[in-house]
């Protein structure tokens, strides 16, 4: 009896230390020219999220970004410039309604994020990550840059004369979780 009881006490302490275990299944940095085709273009892009079997119910979308948008608009390079996560909320346009993705004004010259079931994110400061939770088999993901109607022909990645400082970077993390 004595033997039985330390068997289920054993079992039992094993079973409850059982944990979920997050495993990445696809890190990838966006190439520069998909970043800059991004930003000047009035409209979303599809990051196509290469995973084996494709992504699944459940799975994590992660988007890390960092670096600068020069977006123009002024009379020399470098003098408009912002990060993804946009800009604060008093040097958003007068008019938030004249933004081509979202006319919501904290997503002002922001690069957001959306899928198929979720709407416009703007990513999170540097070194903290984007989370977005995938509801469905398949699910597809676009990013785009939040500009102003028709203003897209002048932006870049970067800053500067020839805006190699600080360019725009992307990667996306997709993570799956499995139950030990």
């Known amino acids: 009896m004595r033997a039985f009881t330390l068997l289920v006490a054993a079992t039992l302490t094993f079973t409850a230390t059982a944990a979920d275990l997050e495993s990445r299944v696809l890190t990838h940095y966006l190439p520069q020219d998909l970043l800059e085709t991004v930003v000047r273009t009035d409209g979303w892009t599809e990051i196509e999220l290469k995973v084996k079997g494709g992504v699944r119910k459940d799975d994590t979308v992660r988007i890390w970004t960092g670096g600068s948008i020069d977006r123009g608009n002024g009379d020399q390079p470098g003098q408009n410039t912002n990060g993804p996560i946009g800009v604060e909320a008093g040097l958003a346009p007068a008019d938030p ?35 977005i939770k995938l509801t469905q088999d398949k699910e597809k993901v676009w990013i785009g840059f939040n500009d102003e109607k028709g203003r897209f022909a002048d932006n870049h990645l970067g800053k500067g004369r020839r805006h190699e400082l600080d360019p725009l970077w992307l990667r996306v993390e997709v993570v799956r979780t499995i139950v030990d």
Request: aromatic residues 2%; without cysteine.
């Open 97 to 131: 309604k004249s933004l081509a993705l979202s006319p919501e004004a904290k997503h002002a010259f922001a690069l957001l994020v959306k899928t198929e079931s979720s709407g416009p994110r703007a990513p999170l400061p540097a070194g903290k990550p984007l989370e």
